[in-house]
């Protein structure tokens, strides 16, 4: 049974910073592509960030320099570490898993970047 488990999110300061975490079971992980997605109210689930199994990162350039994704293969979990953070961040996070034809995602953690 594939489960993914994400926390990490909630309501902090423009300017603050949160850590974001995706516990996974059930598949290989570290044959997976790991990325992060967010959508926001009344907008398209876009692309954040995403590693590699091998490691090379890939950012959205919205959150170039602000945000760091990260993967412990031992642990089969994904990270993704956000500081400066903007009320343009504010959205629903998801982690998700791709290898080859196989995909899945969790089940959404809410950031809300507010004074």
């Known amino acids: 049974q594939v489960q993914f488990v994400e926390s990490g999110g909630g309501l902090v300061q423009p300017g603050g910073s949160l850590r974001l975490s995706c516990a996974t079971s059930?598949?290989?992980?570290?044959?997976?592509?790991m990325a992060w997605y967010r959508q926001a109210p009344g907008k398209q689930r876009e692309s954040v960030a995403s590693?590699?199994?091998?490691?090379?990162?890939v950012y959205a350039d919205s959150v170039k320099d602000r945000f760091t994704i990260s993967r412990d293969n031992p642990k089969n979990t994904v990270y993704l570490q956000m500081n400066s953070l903007k009320p343009e961040d504010t959205a629903v996070y998801y982690c998700?898993?791709?290898?080859?034809?196989?995909?899945?995602w969790g089940q959404g953690t809410q950031v809300t970047v507010s004074s």
């Open positions: 998700n898993a791709r290898s080859g034809g196989s995909e899945h």
């Open positions: 590693i590699t199994t091998g490691g090379t990162t």
């Open positions: 059930g598949i290989i992980f570290r044959i997976y592509r």
